[in-house]
Each structure stands twice: as structure tokens, then as C-alpha cells.
Nanobody
């Protein structure tokens, strides 16, 4: 089992920055990749950023150049640094853990609201 707890969401003005954190606990050695996803009002959940064990990162087209995913293995935490935020970035942001086998794990989500 893997447990994920997100934090760092909140209300920010357009152009501002936020950093989300995802604390990971449990069977961490089984995890191959970690990701951040988001679901805006009336929208489907979409990939924001993903980092695999080798360190490679992937970003959704809408956030490239503005968001950065990183991890601190010593703290078992994955971060999402979000800069130049736009109102369309408003969403619930979810952390996801992808184990080598079995189902993926999701956090409870954290709300990010960007005001214009």
C-alpha cells in the first residue's frame, strides 16, 4: 500500500506562484513514477507533470515552461512548482503514484484557485 498526502494549494492571483507537495509513505520501493494531475470544473482529469525513477520528466502542453516537477527522495516528497499561474490553471490537483505492478494510488487532492 502507498499513501499520498497533498498540500500547498490555495488562492493566488494570476501571475503568481504556488508550490504543491505530495508526501509519500508505505511501499515506496514499488513506485516507478509519480505524477501530478488536475481536474478543473466541468473538465476531465488531465496530466500536469510526471517524473519517473530515472529522473525524466514530462509535462502537459498547457504547463510547459511554467511548472516544474521534482522530488526529494530523502523526504519521500514530490513537488510541483507552479509559476506564472493563469485562471485556467484553477483545478483540484491530485498526486498519483504508479507502482511496478497493480493499481495506481491517488491522493485526496488539493484545490488551486487562480483569480484574474
Amino acid at each position: 500500500q502507498v499513501q499520498l498526502v497533498e498540500s500547498g494549494g490555495g488562492l493566488v492571483q494570476a501571475g503568481g506562484s504556488l508550490t504543491l507537495s505530495c508526501a509519500v509513505s508505505g511501499s515506496i520501493s514499488r513506485i516507478n513514477a509519480m505524477g501530478w494531475y488536475r481536474q478543473g470544473p466541468g473538465k476531465q482529469r488531465e496530466l500536469v507533470a510526471r517524473i519517473i525513477n530515472g529522473g525524466s520528466t514530462y509535462y502537459g502542453n498547457s504547463v510547459k515552461g511554467r511548472f516544474t516537477i521534482s522530488r526529494d527522495n530523502a523526504k519521500n516528497t514530490v513537488y510541483l512548482q507552479m509559476n506564472a499561474l493563469k485562471p485556467e490553471d484553477t483545478a483540484v490537483y491530485y498526486c498519483k503514484a504508479e507502482p511496478s505492478r497493480g493499481n495506481n494510488y491517488w491522493g485526496q487532492g488539493t484545490q488551486v484557485t487562480v483569480s484574474s
